[in-house]
């Protein structure tokens, strides 16, 4: 039995992303996400402003007077996040956490994925695959992937991506679409990125807090290790020492987008500052206009 306060949370977290889908979401990531193809669904009289490419030419002859095919778009899309449930995901000094960021951005792709009749399911992983549901349709079934993200604990406080990449691989054989929710703070991934990417359509979401890129200067602090539980003392009124973690910072950046870009996987940058929507939307927009 879950507690009140975790159930009422899902229900605002299903009720906010449900009416961001059904006014806007929806529609774009119908646009930016291909069918596996189109199949035939009727023939019917040819009308002004048809595309002449689609006339039946022997239902036209037998007939006597224009018919043009009609086809859909064979959907039947399977989506998979893999959210990174680990210790780090805790952290947060803008709006939210980074935990809460990947729980609302995966609660809108999940609603995104039913409402186009897509299979979508979900792996929360920390230093190991902390649960697994497989991809299927409908709003209870959201609604099980709500509760799962909102209420789990995770075993593990470390982060394994090459271990949850491989697990997906394993386990989907057939081309899917990925999203990775992520703060990607982690080493040793990298051929099993490539894999993932090469298999399946691959979007790393890098989830940040601005605290992680640049330190202010407010005198000593003490900093902790979610994952590791190691400390240090920091005088960040220090400008070299400020320097030097914005510098490594950078460098950690550079090293993940040629990843990316390597591997021809798109990347979405959420921050806890919350404007995470708005990343999600300019990345449909921008998938849409490739497609064109």
């Not at 780090?88 to 956490?97: K, L, P, R, V, Y």
């Not at 920390?126 to 099980?144: A, D």
């Not at 940058?269 to 999600?280: I, Q």
Request: glycine residues 6%; positive net charge.
């Amino acid at each position: 039995m879950l507690p009140v306060e975790v159930l009422r949370h899902v229900r605002r977290l299903h009720l906010r992303a449900r009416r961001l889908v059904q006014t806007l979401l929806g529609g774009e990531y119908h646009s930016a996400f291909k069918g596996a193809g189109l199949s035939f669904e009727e023939v019917r009289e040819y009308q002004p402003g048809d595309d002449v490419r689609t006339i039946d030419w022997n239902v036209t002859a037998r007939i006597g007077h224009p018919f043009i095919k009609r086809f859909v778009e064979e959907r039947e899309l399977t989506l998979i996040l893999a959210v990174d449930v680990s210790a780090s995901q805790g952290f947060g000094t803008q709006q939210g956490t980074k935990r809460a960021v990947a729980a609302e951005l995966a609660a809108l792709l999940a609603l995104c994925a039913v409402s186009n009749n897509d299979r979508v399911g979900l792996l929360a992983f920390s230093s190991v695959t902390e649960r697994y549901v497989p991809p299927n349709k409908g709003p209870r079934h959201v609604l099980r992937l709500l509760r799962d993200l909102l209420a789990f604990n995770a075993q593990h406080a470390g982060t394994n991506l090459a271990q949850a990449l491989d697990h997906i691989n394993k386990i989907h054989c057939r081309r899917a679409i990925v999203f990775v929710l992520s703060d990607f703070l982690d080493r040793g991934y990298d051929d099993a990125f490539r894999r993932t990417a090469y298999t399946h359509d691959l979007i790393a979401v890098r989830i940040r807090d601005p605290r992680e890129t640049s330190w202010p200067a407010i005198g000593l602090i003490r900093l902790q290790d979610a994952e590791t539980g190691q400390s240090r003392l920091v005088d960040t009124r220090s400008r070299a020492v400020r320097e030097a973690f914005a510098t490594a910072a950078r460098t950690q950046d550079e090293a993940f987008l040629q990843l990316t870009r390597r591997c021809h996987a798109d990347v979405i940058d959420a921050s806890t500052d919350g404007h995470h929507f708005d990343a999600l939307l300019n990345f449909f927009r921008q998938r849409e206009r490739r497609r064109r």
